[in-house]
């Protein structure tokens, strides 16, 4: 066996060489085979999926048996390694490929073994659901060790990226440290198989990827986070969890309790899916382009991600939530003065997804499962929960210079859709402009009287969870929906002519009949709620579908775009009164407006028995559509060019997507380590940190202190994570302009910045690992069963954006408030429950320095 090179030909080149082999060779030369098999007839040396039985090498890595008769012919390019069979079967079938792409490390066996080069080769097979991988490994015998030894590290250097070519006089010298990364393994994780699929899938492969590693099961929960405060990351390459999301959570905070907070989140992070969910695993397997899989085929698919290397930055989201019951305070107004800031890389769900995440916990012996199982809990008993939404559009649309001009209308439904790129599927313009015009008509007496007395009648029925099928919701909603596509289009005929005459009775000029009527009965039926309103409290969804099977949906709702509307559309919205909100609500907007406040009167604790009479159902679902315009913002630049919100204007490049602040560094696996890096033996037990203590540095914002990394803080010298940019203080009033705010029932709120929402719900099909958006997608009370079972349904192959329902929306966003109104709910951020009351999130960014950070070169 030779080296190859202008002075060394191989003395047998291959006669005819495969498609693919127009590269230059990096190494040529002539081996032995090694064990029994041979691989699909072809060409393979030794091959084996599982080395259980197989002899191991020092380092744990298993082999082949034993020495094979066949010889071979070995050549690597920079992509792959082509292997051709010179005996005793030349010809037909000889020639077989390794893409080096599906390699994830090769070995060569210290002696007392032979001189071997063992390949570990994990080509993807196509099954039924997914695609998985299979563990090969083929060995061959070198002459000697120096030739076994080259190859071993020319193969190395390829997988790592370095820089090769024919002349490179390859050496075990060359070879870069092996790269050393923390395990976190939950045992209790998904069904409690993380330590098992530790033995038989996770270390055998980072072993033969020549990773070393130290593992640590995690003793209970926040050890993970405890951890991430003390150790010293410097030792690793990266922080690898072996489990469900929540323990990812728990590193990424326990990074950013850190008073080095600002370097320590640089640290590559990855995840093998041990979990139920394994959100951000599917997430990852999306990404690489890989099929939709669960478990074990999962499990192998993001293993091989992380013994091949990358690494991705990925958006960290900062989480504001209400104060934790044990740490409330109230200040002189008796509003609660501090909240709870913690940070996030998946999601943050109110409603029906978290409700699900949370409930079926009882159901966690079934795996992911139990989220089917949850849902249709859920679906049989489905809840509406009260709020306000707001959010930040991603980009702000200039207006045209000839909007002034424009109809009122389209200038709502442009200001109201600008932002939304593409990812909203339903007409919210429409629900919502239009109806503030179509409730300006004139109301038939007799109308109102029957209406009246049909609502008496359904009211009888109160209290009374009445079993409904799926098919009896969706008849209920098309109804809904056709009543509602009527009431657009009238509507929207009727503001155009509004719009040319100013003048609002206009109802008479050619409508017919039929048309008046209906649009008569909305009205009164909206007088009629404004009467009797009260709240009912404890009713399921299903209640309120059937109270209001006859009502479209919109007028429920709230809609409010916070930058200033034009003064025509402000007229036709004050002509009309406000909607009849309950007291709390008004005291709600009272708060909001005068105060400054978002907070509610009542702080909303956390009941950890709250079961399922938490179900709600508020007036405002069945109340009219209002606009209620905000004040104006005091700190605002009027003018009316300049629609964004003023913290956006400290970046350069305003308009645009600020840069991100630290990225998480999701590591596929982490990169080569400095050359600066102590010893492999020094670093395979972290070292806990000894920082000296020194003061904290307060937070710039003065309405609340962070409850962030005390620990880590009260023996630091550096500061805490800046404040949002984008936000004001939970505690203040969102920038009038540019903000969307949404009010009304809703059933579920899901804000997601990953693909997945679990491994098999593609959930926002658009996102990507740092985007800088947050996905909203929300789904108004009112939806029937069917459509919600739909909804979910085609969120496996990620098709519910095409899904079309009034009731569902999808956006996306720099960042959202959620102001849950309902005095009960769940609330999880990353799946894990946070403290129930209002919450808002953002994008991390660098702030007005405009500095993006880049990913930690410590691995470079
Ligand atoms: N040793 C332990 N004992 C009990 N709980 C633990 C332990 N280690 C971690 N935890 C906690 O268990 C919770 C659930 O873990 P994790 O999210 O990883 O699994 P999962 O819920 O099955 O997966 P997923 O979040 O993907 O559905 C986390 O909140 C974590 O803090």
Redesign the pocket.
Known sequence: MRSPGPQSPSPSPPPDPPPGMAQEALLHGQFAGWSSGGIGGGAGGGSGSNGSSSPSTPTGVSLPLSPASSSYALTLTPTHIHIQRLSPRPGKASWLQLPLAELTGCSCPRAPAPPLLVLYWYPPRRRRKGVSRRRNVHAYQAESRTEAEKWNAAVHCLLRGLDVSATTEFSKSMLPRPRRLLLLV?????RGQAMDWCQTHILPMIREANISYNLI?????????ELMREIALREWDGII?V????????VVNGLMDRPDWEQAIKTPVGIL???????L?GSINHYAGYDMCLREPLLLNCCFLLCRGGIRPMDLVSVTTSPLPSSSSSNQNGHPSTSTRLFSFLSVAWGFVSDV?IESERY?GLG?ARFTLGTLVRLASLRSYRGRLSYLPPAVVEPAPDSASQPSRRLLSRSITEGLEGFCRTPIHRTCSDMGISEQRSLSKSDREREREERRERARGTGVVRASSLAEDREREMEAEQRMEKMSGSSSESNERQEGDGNENESADGEDEEENEGRQKEREREMDMREGYGVEVGKEAEECEESTADTPPDPRWTLRKNSAPSTQLVNAFFSQPISADSEQDVAMEVDGQQNGSYFQRETYLLDPGRERALTISSPFRQSPFSYKPKLPDQNQNRSPSRPRPISLLQHAHSKSLPPKFPPLSLSQSPMPPSCTSPPSSDYLVPQPNTPGSASFCPSSSSSFSFDLAKPAMSHSSLCPPPDDDLLPPLDQPLPTRDWVTIEGDFVLVLAIYQSHL?ADLLAAPHARFDDGLIHLTFVRAGISRATLLRLFLAMERGAHLGLSSPYVSHVSARAFRLQPLSPRGTLTV???LVPYGPLQAQVTTTGPDDSRLTPNDLLA
């Open positions: 939950n045992p209790f994780s998904g099961p995690t003793k209970y929960p926040s050890h993970a986070r969890i489990s469900g999301d929540g323990l990812l959570h728990e899916p041990c979990g139920s969910g394994n959100a695993a995440d966690r992911s679990g990353d799946g894990e």
